[in-house]
């Protein structure tokens, strides 16, 4: 079962983005997280990206229709870096992100079996 934070959930909690982001990355033992269709702003989607990267035991990961574009490729990058567990993420929806950012990626993403 998947832990899922969509469709704009953050918002209508209550709570900020980053309380909710802040908050998820205490829960190491963490195994699945949907953020899909979530609307963070740009200053918020690199907090995200960079606090995630603490959630190593992750194994699946959506954060498809967020609006991550090439900008961001240097936390996703960081952030796929730290989690040698994960195997399927969910990046679809995101229209600003070039084929050649996915590629970059996939180079670090050696274990992933499902993109």
Request: proline fraction near 1%; charge should be neutral; glycine fraction near 2%.
């Amino acid at each position: 079962m998947c832990n899922i934070l969509a469709d704009n959930q953050t918002v209508n909690s209550g709570f900020t983005t980053n309380q909710v982001i802040d908050s998820l990355v205490e829960l190491r033992t963490l195994k699945c997280l949907d953020l899909s269709k979530n609307r963070f702003h740009s200053e918020t989607t690199d907090h995200m990206l960079s606090k995630l990267s603490n959630l190593t035991n992750l194994r699946t990961l959506s954060i498809s229709q967020i609006d991550i574009g090439d900008e961001c490729l240097p936390s996703l990058l960081d952030m796929l870096k730290n989690m040698q567990q994960l195997r399927k993420l969910n990046i679809s929806g995101n229209q600003t992100l070039s084929v050649s950012s996915v590629r970059e990626m996939l180079v670090v993403m050696k274990e992933l079996k499902q993109l």
